[in-house]
């Protein structure tokens, strides 16, 4: 437990002093550093050590569910040359609250100063206590206040942006006080316009002025003039907070989580909304062709459908999927809570136990299915396919064998346990046993989808490598691995238009069915052609501005990954239907 002194600050706040140097704030309870803040708004820590980045937002994950945003959940709020928003730049910032445009209104900001402007440098965070402001404000004031709907509009650039409808005067979702959600507008980078409805511009102009002037009044504004290692916590539902203007730039950083209250009791509805995350159901668009193009490429007829043996196939490799879903985000929790906080959250909010719990019960489950799946058809394959999966999904992320940490292995593994593995399986429900032409298909397309998460793997290049993580990509490099990955995505993807037209003439297919491969070509040219862009652009670029050009390029995996999968989905498709259409020799 830190030593401590406590200091009241007017016009409100706490100050939390250490007593003595090289102490945390970890040994202080979320508990207590609630109470603290419902009580004084805004706690301010000085003399503490900073945390490290994971350690920061796993502290922070007591204290609420952290925000996600496409950057991760922590904000590096410091001066960015290219900035295309406001909060980049050495400018002021009006007063506002965080979450606005988004849907999701933050209930604590957690601050932590990495590098403190001098202080005649000015950069102060400002903060105004709606709170104080009801409180002193007139009778009339308030009944004014309360009739009043703002209205919000802003171009959406970086992580925000849109129309939002607000009253001004709302009640505290934790607390349950009177507090007013104003924010004023912004005339800077990424403007933010805002109109008082039912009101003329006299009248909008007069409410707007009416509340800069109660929220500016000395006794409901403080501006926290930032020291190096300061540590703040803030109410964002009661405060509003800005930016005072500062010179030198490169002089501040700061950095900063927005967390969501949680619900008082979590019960089934939060249980189950963690359950789904942990399940990555957002891949389940591009694991629906995985499992359908080997039943296309195997099934005779639509005699499969009418057996519960594919639903219940599919359940199993479905399950098999949730598995390895769960065990990566459970053995990444730590490194999760700072770029993929939803996955770290939700584990946290569920407990060790409870995943485990599910893990368990997921093996349990594949495991039966693939008995009952060998009972019923005959097939042996059923069993061995789903323990090496199980296996492999382990193993990938846990040690002893650790695969996303072996360098190339890493990519077999995926291979195997994502692609290969699974096309097998689906395709042993409607078949004995795949042909070697659909599983040589399968081998080629798992290479190509592969190739294609390469460019996902790379974004995590830099924690990967800062983790001690061994993977592929740190393994070749950084600018080797893209070419690796542009050749792999090129070769494999010749090598699946091949296989498609050796099954399309093996099965004597009319000339205009191969028309189905051209969706499929032209998506392999757009992978060629979108790496082939990659690695122009990093070329001549050191590995951290490299990365920088590879997240930016990170949003490309989706469509890359679609467009392969689902124009291969097609051609299985026609190959399907031409086959089931083909006239059926006449019995004698």
């Not at 050590?49 to 959940?73: H, I, N, R």
């Not at 969501?260 to 694991?287: D, V, W, Y």
């Not at 093996?506 to 499929?520: F, H, I, N, V």
Request: hydrophobic share 50%; charged share 15%.
């Amino acid at each position: 437990m830190p030593a401590y002194t406590l200091e009241s600050q007017l016009p409100f706040g706490l100050l939390v002093r250490a007593d003595f140097p090289g102490q945390t704030i970890a040994g202080i309870s979320a508990a207590q550093l609630t109470e603290w803040v419902q009580a004084h708004r805004i706690l301010i820590f000085r003399g503490f050590e900073l945390f490290d980045k994971t350690p920061f937002a796993l502290y922070a994950q007591q204290l609420g569910e952290p925000l996600q945003w496409p950057f991760g959940a922590i904000n590096e709020l410091k001066v960015k040359a290219d900035a295309k928003n406001y909060l980049y730049t050495p400018s002021a910032v009006p007063l506002h609250w965080d979450g606005a445009f988004i849907g999701r209104i933050p209930y604590l900001i957690f601050f932590q100063c990495v590098k403190a402007p001098r202080a005649e440098d000015r950069g102060g965070t400002t903060f105004a206590d709606t709170g104080r402001a009801l409180a002193r404000a007139t009778a009339a004031q308030r009944a004014r206040w309360a009739k009043a709907t703002l209205r919000y509009r802003t171009e959406k650039i970086v992580h925000y942006g849109g129309t939002l409808t607000q009253r001004l005067l709302q009640a505290h979702p934790v607390t349950g006080e009177p507090t007013l959600r104003f924010a004023e507008p912004v005339r800077d980078l990424n403007p933010v316009s805002v109109e008082v409805l039912g009101a003329t511009p006299a009248e909008q102009a007069d409410l707007i002025a009416e509340l800069q002037a109660a929220l500016y009044a000395p006794e409901v504004f403080y501006i926290h003039s930032w020291q190096d290692n300061d540590i703040v916590l803030a109410d964002n539902h009661v405060l509003l907070h800005g930016r005072d203007a500062f010179l030198n730039p490169n002089e501040r950083h700061i950095q900063r989580i927005n967390l969501l209250a949680r619900p008082a009791h979590g019960g089934l509805a939060q249980f189950l909304k963690n359950s789904k995350t942990l399940r990555r159901t957002e891949f389940l668009i591009a694991e629906i062709p995985i499992f359908l193009i080997p039943i296309f490429l195997s099934a005779e007829d639509f005699r499969f459908l009418k057996t519960p043996v594919l639903y219940v196939g599919l359940a199993g490799i479905y399950l098999l999927f949730n598995f390895g879903d769960m065990v990566n985000a459970y053995a990444d929790r730590r490194v999760d809570a700072v770029y993929k906080s939803h996955l770290s959250n939700a584990i946290f909010e569920l407990g060790g136990p409870g995943v485990r719990w599910q893990m368990r019960a997921s093996v349990a489950g594949t495991v039966l299915i693939s008995i009952w799946l060998t009972q019923h058809t005959g097939r042996w394959q059923f069993v061995p396919l789903t323990l090496i999966g199980w296996a492999l999904g382990f193993q990938y992320s846990w040690r002893p064998i650790h695969f996303k940490s072996r360098g190339l292995w890493q990519l077999s593994a995926l291979w195997a346990v994502i692609f290969f593995g699974p096309m097998a399986y689906t395709g042993s429900l409607v078949t004995r046993f795949p042909k070697p032409a659909v599983l040589t298909l399968a081998a080629a397309y798992g290479l190509l989808q592969v190739g294609v998460l390469m460019l996902n793997n790379a974004e995590d290049y830099t924690e990967d490598r800062a983790a001690g993580l061994h993977t592929a990509i740190v393994a070749l490099g950084l600018h080797r691995s893209m070419r690796v990955a542009q050749a792999l995505t090129s070769g494999a993807g010749l090598l699946v238009l091949g296989s498609f037209a050796y099954l399309f003439r093996a099965e004597k297919l009319p000339k205009a069915a191969y028309g189905a491969l051209l969706p499929l070509a032209g998506a392999v040219a757009y992978v060629a052609q979108g790496y082939e862009t990659v690695n122009r652009k990093i070329a001549d670029l050191d590995e951290v501005a490299a990365t920088a050009v590879l997240k930016e390029n990170g949003m490309r995996v989706p469509q890359w990954l679609k467009a392969t999968a689902y124009t291969s989905l097609l051609a299985a498709s026609v190959l399907f239907a031409a086959r089931v259409l083909r006239p059926k020799p006449a019995l004698a």
